[in-house]
C-alpha cells in the first residue's frame, strides 16, 4: 500500500497541465452531483482555478508552496481585484487541494492559512421605498409585463435570491399562508412570507402561464416558448423595467433583496427576523443592514433636525 501510495505522489509531483485540467472536470463533477452546488457556484470555481494553472505555468501543482500562492495572491490585488475576490479565490483553491490529496495523493495544500488582503467594506445599495413601488408599476397586461410584475413583486417581498426565484414551482406558493416554500443555498429550505401585492400578482401570472406552458414544464417562471426562465433572462427583464420606468439602468434582482432587508429592518428593527428571512447562515452577514438603517436615520437627521444643517 505504502509503494501504491509513493507512486501516486510521484504522479502528482510531475503531473502534466492536461492531467490538471482532468483534475479540475473531475473535482466540478464532484461539486455538481456530489456535493449539489448550483452550476453558477461550479462555473466560478472553474474560473477561479483556472486562474491558478495560469499563474502557476508550468509549475506542477503539487511543487507549489505557502510564498508562490502568496506571490500569485499580490500579483492579482495588483491587478485590482478586491479583497472579496481574492478570499473566494483562495477558498476555491483551498478546497481544491483537499480534493486532490483525498482522491490524488496530494500530501500538500500550499493554501491554507492564507488570508485575503480587507478591502473597504462597501454597503449594498437600496431603492427607496418611493422607487420601489415604481418599479413594481408596470402598467400593462401582455403575457411578459404580467410575468414580469409577480417576478418584481415577489423579489421585493421576499427577498429571494435570484437562483431561488428561478428555481421555484407553482406549488412552492402556499396562498393560505402567504408563503413561499425557497430552496437556498447548500439546498437548505426555508419559508419566507410573501406580501398581498406580491401575491395578487402571483395569481394572475398562473392564469397566465397556463396558457404557455409546456407540457411538463415545473417551473414558475417561464420564457415566452413555454420554458423554464434562466437568471440571466430575470436579470435582463429587470434591468428592461427600471429604465422604462425611469430608474437607474444599474437595478438588479440583489438590489431588491437589500432593499426589502432593509426597508423591513428600518420598519421592524428585528434583525434575527431578516437573517432568517434572507437565509444567512450568520447573523453577521445580516448586520451590514444595521449600517443602512443608520444611513437612513442620518439622512432624516439631516434633512429634519433644525441643528444639523450648518448656518451658511
Request: some cysteine; proline content about 4%.
Amino acid at each position: 500500500m505504502r509503494s501504491e501510495a509513493r507512486a501516486e505522489q510521484d504522479a502528482a509531483s510531475t503531473a502534466s497541465p492536461d492531467a490538471a485540467q482532468k483534475y479540475l472536470r473531475d473535482y466540478l463533477a464532484h461539486l455538481t452531483h456530489e456535493r449539489r452546488l448550483s452550476a453558477h457556484t461550479a462555473t466560478n470555481y472553474a474560473r477561479d482555478i483556472t486562474t491558478l494553472f495560469e499563474l502557476a505555468a508550468d509549475t506542477p501543482l503539487a511543487k507549489l508552496q505557502v510564498h508562490q500562492i502568496r506571490r500569485f495572491v499580490a500579483q492579482l490585488h495588483g491587478r485590482g481585484l478586491g479583497g472579496k475576490t481574492l478570499a473566494r479565490m483562495l477558498s476555491a483553491w483551498r478546497g481544491f487541494f483537499r480534493y486532490l490529496a483525498r482522491d490524488h495523493g496530494y500530501d500538500n495544500n500550499p493554501c491554507l492559512g492564507i488570508r485575503a488582503p480587507k478591502s473597504a467594506r462597501t454597503l449594498p445599495h437600496a431603492l427607496s421605498p418611493d422607487e420601489a413601488g415604481r418599479l413594481m408599476d408596470t402598467g400593462s397586461e401582455d403575457a411578459l409585463a404580467v410575468r414580469d410584475k409577480a417576478i418584481l413583486e415577489l423579489f421585493y417581498s421576499s427577498g429571494l435570491r435570484l437562483s431561488e426565484l428561478t428555481g421555484l414551482a407553482p406549488a412552492d406558493i402556499n396562498y393560505s399562508d402567504a408563503t413561499v416554500r425557497v430552496t437556498g443555498k447548500g439546498n437548505k429550505t426555508r419559508i419566507v412570507p410573501v406580501g398581498t401585492h406580491a401575491l395578487a400578482a402571483l395569481k394572475a401570472w398562473l392564469d397566465t402561464r397556463a396558457l404557455m406552458v409546456k407540457k411538463e414544464e415545473s417551473a414558475l417562471f417561464l420564457s415566452k416558448n413555454g420554458g423554464r426562465l434562466g437568471p440571466r433572462a430575470v436579470e435582463a427583464r429587470v434591468k428592461h423595467w427600471s429604465t422604462k420606468l425611469g430608474l437607474s439602468s444599474k437595478v438588479h434582482p440583489h438590489m431588491l433583496r437589500h432593499s426589502f432587508a432593509s426597508h423591513v429592518l428600518q420598519s421592524s428593527g428585528d434583525l434575527r427576523a431578516v437573517q432568517e428571512m434572507l437565509g444567512h447562515a450568520s447573523i453577521s452577514t445580516t448586520q451590514v443592514y444595521t449600517q443602512l438603517d443608520f444611513q437612513h436615520l442620518a439622512t432624516v437627521y439631516d434633512a429634519a433636525h433644525p441643528r444639523a444643517k450648518k448656518k451658511n
